[in-house]
């Protein structure tokens, strides 16, 4: 089984800094595009950053200048260093990968993954 996991996120003042991380498990050939999305209370879920499997990147204009997104492909993990937060960040944050893999019959698989969702909190 394949799966993505997601930690790091938390209750933040304005201003402040927090840092996602999202490691992808299980039988993995490699990982092609990885993710950040965010989708607040009443709101659709809209991308954050992205990164190909040869680092290059892509921001929402909201958090260009603040955020980074890196990949450690050695460790199959994405993250997402967020500065400058503010309270409009608030939102449940989710990984996004395309993954390749071997199934359990020993075939690749090339698959689409969410992650859990971690909260980001962004108050005084």
């Known amino acids: 089984q394949v799966q993505l996991v997601e930690s790091g996120g938390g209750l933040v003042q304005p201003g402040g800094s927090l840092r996602l991380s999202c490691a992808a498990s299980g039988s993995i050939v490699s990982i092609n595009g990885m993710g950040w999305y965010r989708q607040a209370p009443g709101k659709q879920r809209e991308l954050v950053a992205s990164?190909?499997?040869?680092?290059?990147?892509n921001y929402a204009d909201s958090v260009k200048g603040r955020f980074t997104i890196s990949r450690d492909n050695a460790k199959n993990t994405v993250y997402l260093q967020m500065n400058s937060l503010k309270p409009e960040d608030t939102a449940v944050y989710y990984c996004n990968a395309e993954v390749i893999y071997y199934s359990s019959s020993g075939s690749r698989r090339l698959s689409g993954l969410w992650g859990q969702g971690t909260q980001v909190t962004v108050s005084s």
């Open positions: 990164i190909t499997s040869s680092s290059r990147t």
